[in-house]
């Protein structure tokens, strides 16, 4: 990048309206008014203590630093030269940028200045990026700005533009920009999950929410409902097929709750206690039945040697109720 330097006068730097002039030498009604660079104007202003004491150093010291000018005029650089130059009562020095990439130009002399903040340099960046063809990588590298920090401004900027304004002009860190919006994107994301699980589940609870009949919220709190009915009816009635089979005379707990006796969590309950009894006789009935099968050769022996004193003392130390299932075992054995 080459530049031509070239004094010109001290312009008044802004106009009644608030932008940015260039004097010509002619008298002030005369005065044309200066165009800045988009991308320029993108970097905030000094603050008022601050462009003062910039204007003490320009009168002390003298101006280091030549405003930039495009070829046609456009300031690409030195919006606050030039202001500290008024305040100061200095005349500026200009030059004109005669290469191919003011933007470049912008950036590169702008991001390098303290008073910005990361968060500020890449939400500018990205701002910039939409006039560019280079990819997020590359401006990372280019700029030295951290590609995290790029990819964070980019989302901002795409989501919200209000805040990335407010990022830009430093109201408004990076970091806090970025986590309302990933918070407001997982909110969006939620809704219309939900709005998907109801045209899914319950249509007739989606057009209600559709016509304002319902809220959101509502709606999913009645198709939970329905879905937690739904879902005790189906354990229920398999509690109810099961109880049929095995041969319970008691009533269907469904149909109990079809009359409207007892509630479906009744009947669930109901249902689990019988589970349970039931699951505890399966298992007293398993081990009965192994003690029978650990002693078979006992009954084995009775039936080899039946009506001898042998087994007419073992009987007899018994009860009857023992005695009749010796004799049904006897008789299998």
Not at 271 to 287: I, K, T
Request: glycine share 4%; charged share 25%.
């Amino acid at each position: 990048m080459t530049t031509d330097q070239r004094q010109q006068p001290c312009p008044r730097p802004y106009d009644a309206a608030g932008h940015l002039r260039r004097a010509t030498g002619t008298p002030p009604d005369k005065e044309r008014i200066i165009q800045t660079h988009p991308t320029a104007d993108m970097f905030p202003m000094l603050s008022a203590d601050e462009l003062h004491d910039l204007a003490e150093s320009i009168k002390t010291e003298g101006q280091h630093e030549a405003i930039v000018l495009s070829a046609n005029g456009v300031l690409l650089d030195g919006r606050n030269r030039l202001a500290a130059c008024e305040i100061a009562d200095v005349e500026p020095h200009f030059t004109t940028y005669t290469g191919s990439d003011p933007k470049g130009l912008i950036l590169a002399h702008n991001l390098r200045r303290r008073h910005i903040s990361k968060g500020q340099q890449a939400m500018i960046v990205a701002m910039a990026r939409s006039f560019s063809e280079h990819s997020l990588r590359h401006q990372a590298k280019v700029h030295s700005i951290s590609l995290t920090r790029l990819s964070n401004a980019a989302t901002v900027l795409k989501h919200n533009p209000h805040l990335a304004e407010q990022v830009r002009s430093g109201k408004l860190s990076l970091d806090a920009a970025y986590s309302t919006v990933r918070e407001h994107q997982a909110r969006s994301a939620e809704i219309q999950a939900q709005h998907g699980r109801l045209r899914k589940h319950a249509p007739d609870l989606a057009e209600q929410v559709t016509e304002g009949l319902r809220n959101l919220d509502d709606a999913i709190t009645a198709l939970d409902q329905r879905q937690h009915e739904e879902q005790l009816r189906q354990s229920v009635q398999h509690t109810d097929a099961l109880r049929l089979s095995d041969g319970d005379p008691a009533p269907p707990l469904a149909q109990l709750v079809e009359r409207g006796d007892i509630t479906w969590e009744q009947a669930h309950e109901r249902a689990e206690e019988f589970l349970v009894h039931r699951r505890n006789a399966v298992q007293q009935a398993q081990q009965a039945l192994r003690v029978v099968a650990e002693n078979w050769a006992t009954v084995q022996d009775l039936a080899a040697r039946p009506d001898t004193p042998y087994s007419r003392d073992i009987l007899d130390g018994l009860t009857l109720e023992v005695r009749s299932l010796v004799q049904n075992l006897t008789a299998l054995a």
